[in-house]
T-cell receptor, first 113, second 113 residues
């Protein structure tokens, strides 16, 4: 049973470009969570999605960031017009139910030049 | 506003001895607590959890203690092994759910052979 998959593992973008981060949850998991970790900090919650629905996006910046989890395919975290402050590790987690343990992927390290 | 605090950025313990990692929280709505372990360039790995209806949970070498009145929890690892060297994150959530985990900043544990 494969774990949570994230790709790419590393992503370099120039300021103003778009970044698209993908997350495939574990088999049987329909709940996906995105977290961001800035250097020397803990993980910060961004958004919680179920298939085709955003449940909680209270941690998402109001502008430039969006997330989706379509009926088919991976969850996508999209960052438009990236800035240097977006450089961070972005982790995706999944669970079979909201009350179950979240299992994390390896993360995508985004570097904005 | 750091609602989950891990005040020791690092800890070194001799192999075979007990490792004690501490975590404090300020939000009285938190009722579910988890510990994750993280190696460099990997995602967090779930270790153990505890709900607020308990004050202790044990799983092999890992035991978590919860003191609700002090808003404090601790993770005990005994005996400590070299493979335990990693960064340990304490996390908390409200409403007995697992969504929207709030993480501490982590403690880097080094086991000395």
């Amino acid at each position: 049973n494969a774990g949570v998959m994230q790709n790419p593992r590393h992503l370099v973008r120039r300021r103003g470009q778009e970044a698209r981060l993908r997350c495939s949850p574990m088999k049987g998991h329909s709940h996906v969570y995105w977290y961001r970790q800035l250097p020397e900090e803990g993980l910060k919650f961004m958004v919680y999605l179920q298939k085709e629905n955003i449940i909680d996006e209270s941690g998402m910046p109001k502008e430039r960031f969006s997330a989706e989890f379509p009926k088919e395919g991976p969850s996508i975290l999209r960052i438009q017009q990236v800035v240097r402050g977006d450089s961070a590790a972005y982790f995706c987690a999944s669970s079979p139910d909201r009350r179950e343990t979240q299992y994390f992927g390896p993360g995508t390290r985004l570097l904005v030049l | 506003d750091q609602q989950v605090k891990q005040n020791s950025p690092s800890l070194s313990v001799q192999e075979g001895r007990i490792s004690i990692l501490n975590c404090d929280y300020t939000n009285s709505m938190f009722d579910y607590f988890l510990w994750y372990k993280k190696y460099p360039a990997e995602g967090p790995t779930f270790l153990i959890s505890i709900s607020s209806i308990k004050d202790k949970n044990e799983d092999g070498r890992f035991t978590v203690f919860l003191n609700k009145s002090a808003k404090h929890l601790s993770l005990h690892i005994v005996p400590s092994q070299p493979g335990d060297s990693a960064v340990y994150f304490c996390a908390a959530s409200a409403n007995f759910g697992n969504e929207k985990l709030t993480f501490g900043t982590g403690t880097r544990l080094t086991i000395i052979p």
